[in-house]
């Protein structure tokens, strides 16, 4: 008895053992990793971003109101990022007070005859492309817009790269051309003649903003 005993003892111990084994079933780990950065971007601007029209014969300064056009510049800024992103920036005029006709899309070119107003010029920014393919641009004061292909810079709108209607584009590189249209005033609004010479002294902030 005492045999049959110790025989059904070391039989139960080996079904528990067995029982253990199919309970420590193999396990495996499955990480997920990676780092939300702030992007670090560096902005290219041709020339300092200075578009320098040269010297200007005061003869194109036509009497009373009359305006007189300047020939467009064009020029070509890129940004680059470390990591991919959207990126928009906000202009903003350094000289409004300047601007010889008011609008948010006219730019102040300073002043002449202590309070007269050279004119004014407006910014296009066409020929988007992101990461080297081409893209839309926006121009909106919210996060709803349309991507067009040309947009103006506009005092209080952001202006930026975008895919489609409402959405950012995102990537590394934005490139665009950006074209400055001068539009000098009349000697009425310059305050008379010009009897010295006078700067074309016009100033513009891009506050860019970019993210994830």
């Not at 400055?180 to 074309?200: K, N, Q, R």
Request: include cysteine; proline fraction near 3%; charge should be neutral.
């Amino acid at each position: 008895m005492k045999k049959q005993l110790i025989g059904l003892t070391v039989l139960s111990s080996l079904v528990l053992g067995m029982t253990a084994a199919h309970a420590a079933a193999p396990t495996a780990e499955l990480k997920v990793t990676g780092t939300l950065t702030v992007p670090s971007c560096t902005v290219a601007s041709p020339d300092e971003g200075v578009y320098d029209f040269g010297k200007l014969s005061s003869s194109l300064v036509k009497s009373g109101t009359a305006t007189t056009a300047l020939t467009p510049m064009t020029k070509t800024w890129t940004v680059t990022c470390d990591a991919d992103t959207y990126l928009n920036f906000t202009p903003v005029d350094n000289r409004a007070a300047s601007a010889s006709a008011v609008a948010t899309t006219n730019f102040g070119l300073g002043n002449v005859n202590t309070t007269g107003k050279i004119g004014y010029y407006t910014a296009l920014i066409k020929n988007g492309t992101v990461d080297g393919k081409a893209s839309n641009l926006f121009s909106s004061a919210t996060s709803t817009f349309t991507a067009t292909t040309t947009a103006n810079l506009t005092t209080g709108l952001r202006t930026g790269w975008s895919s489609a209607a409402n959405t950012q584009s995102t990537g590394k590189v934005f490139v665009a051309d950006i074209t400055v249209s001068p539009m000098l005033a009349g000697t009425t609004t310059m305050g008379g003649p010009i009897t010295d010479d006078a700067e074309l002294d016009g100033s513009m902030t891009m506050n860019f903003a970019f993210g994830i």
